[in-house]
């Protein structure tokens, strides 16, 4: 993939650019690849260490060792009301996308809780990962229980078999972008 390595450093009014460097700009910080992995089902957990939801990986060869991840999850989540579900990344780079370091709290790379038992949360997550790497990448979608109670993904802490329930959809989507 062309990036713009041949372009002056500075420009001088009137300048212009030659066909190879203009081609060069054209095929600099664009979509090269996308990819998603969609889950349907329903998963839970009562880990207290981070776990993989299973259908929420991808595995990706990038197109050249300077290429960035653009890694986007929307996870659709239950647990009991008060309770909290801790999400992260995994792969390449992706598990630096954390909290810092402060006494004996948590690191994570998002948390959320429900308003209650019988509602879904919603957590979003992105991260831009720069692997520098030409070799395949395994990223994955990861969430942990807080307390050690139950959560679940794409369902209700309670999931009701009645119309006032839900189930729903949760998406890990990676841009490949070049640089």
Do not use: C, H, W
Not at 57 to 78: M, Y
Not at 112 to 121: C, E, H, K, L, R
Not at 128 to 134: H, I, K, V, Y
């Amino acid at each position: 993939m062309a990036t713009p390595t041949t372009l002056p450093s500075s420009f001088t009014a009137g300048q212009v650019l030659t066909a190879a460097q203009m081609n060069n700009l054209r095929g600099a910080f664009r979509v090269l690849t996308v990819n998603q992995a969609t889950k349907t089902d329903t998963f839970s957990t009562t880990s207290t260490s981070f776990t993989d939801i299973t259908g929420l990986s991808i595995t990706i060869t990038p197109q050249s060792n300077t290429s960035k991840f653009l890694l986007i999850a929307n996870l659709n989540f239950g647990n009991n009301g008060p309770d909290r579900t801790d999400f992260a990344f995994t792969g390449g780079n992706s598990a630096t996308f954390i909290g810092d370091t402060a006494s004996t709290r948590s690191r994570v790379g998002s948390e959320s809780s429900t308003a209650s038992a019988s509602a879904m949360g919603n957590s979003i997550m992105m991260y831009l990962d720069s692997p520098a790497t030409a070799s395949a990448i395994t990223y994955k979608v990861q969430m942990r229980s807080y307390s050690g109670g139950t959560m679940y993904i794409n369902r209700s802490f309670t999931d009701t078999d009645s119309a006032n329930f839900a189930r729903a959809a949760s998406s890990f989507i990676i841009l490949e972008i070049s640089a």
